[in-house]
């Protein structure tokens, strides 16, 4: 069952769950579906970034994760879910939209997601894109992502004002000194986030305390073609990190964006739109 919301949004039926989903150009049109990480609504693939891929003749999808935005929520501290339902999610996004195959793009968390959509449903992607994520592999250089000194990494979630500060810092954290964060922008995101989210508490927590089920796929088995994107600055997985899923994956490719940390910067979205267009410009998905 669909239900249209008045904002274009659609609540979606799937896997016994309600997804929030949004859409962007004509559906005739290759699609792409984005897939994003732990803790992130579909909002975080912003909607100017989406209308523009969509003006390169493409079908764009974004939607909520279980615990995010407007998606069905369970309990904080006891998601009712493991890893491996998310990329059921995604291929359920697919069959109920009747897309037959779809330009696949996951970010951070979600690569293990696209991992498993391509190893296990590879008739489903007509290609893969995997942004600021890693394979995991052991020698892989540490995490340089630090809080501000201070910081309360535990909010009440009842006072909203204290979430979104605490978000918009984690952002910031996470952009690793880049020169294209924006505080105002991120915090007028932040907001509209918290505002649309059905339960705040289990969107910061429940991705984390899930089960990982169904991450051991092997990169080198995927066969779409692959395009890594990664930031120079990220300091959640830094650089060598895409380096390492470059490497991992037969004949993938990687981006470098320069002065992104772990994110999209606007700045960069005339690099890295081109990039996706010319990577998913392989006929009809």
């Known amino acids: 069952m669909t239900k249209h919301l008045s904002n274009g949004e ?6 016994d769950v309600e997804l929030c989903i949004e859409t962007f150009g004509d559906r005739t049109d290759p699609a792409i579906l984005f897939i994003d990480g732990a803790t992130a609504s579909m909002l975080w693939f ?8 969509a003006r390169g003749n493409r079908f764009v999808i974004r939607y909520d994760n279980r615990d995010t935005g407007r998606s069905t929520s369970y309990p904080p501290g006891q998601p009712g879910y493991r890893y491996s339902d998310f990329a ?8 109920a939209l009747n897309i037959e195959r779809a330009h696949v793009v996951c970010r951070s968390m979600s690569g293990g997601v696209g ?4 190893v296990d ?3 489903r992607v ?4 995997f942004v600021s994520t890693s394979t995991g592999a052991e020698g892989l250089p540490p995490s340089t992502y630090e809080l501000p000194p201070g910081t309360s990494v535990d909010p009440d979630p009842a006072d909203s004002v204290a979430v979104v500060d605490f978000i918009v810092t984690s952002a910031q954290a996470g952009s690793g000194g880049s020169p294209y964060f924006d505080e105002k922008t991120t915090r007028a995101l932040v907001e509209q986030d918290v505002a649309r989210t059905r339960d705040i508490a289990a969107t910061l ?12 796929r092997d990169f080198a088995d995927i066969t779409a073609p692959t395009l890594v994107v990664h ?11 895409g380096f390492a899923v470059r490497d991992a994956i037969p004949g993938a490719t990687l981006l470098v964006l320069e002065g992104a940390g772990h994110d999209l910067p606007a700045p960069l979205w005339g690099v890295f739109v081109p990039a996706l267009l010319a990577h998913t410009d392989g006929g009809r998905a």
């Open 205 to 216: 927590g429940n991705h984390y305390a899930m089960s990982f089920d169904g991450s051991s």
């Open 231 to 241: 930031g120079d600055h990220d300091p959640v997985l830094p650089l060598p990190h």
């Open 121 to 123: 449903h590879p008739e």
């Open 88 to 95: 059921a999610d995604a291929v359920g996004i697919l069959d």
């Open 10 to 15: 659609q609540l979606i039926d799937i896997n």
């Open 46 to 53: 912003e909607t100017e970034l989406c209308e523009q891929i």
């Open 115 to 118: 991992l498993m959509i391509g």
């Open 126 to 129: 007509a290609s893969l894109t």
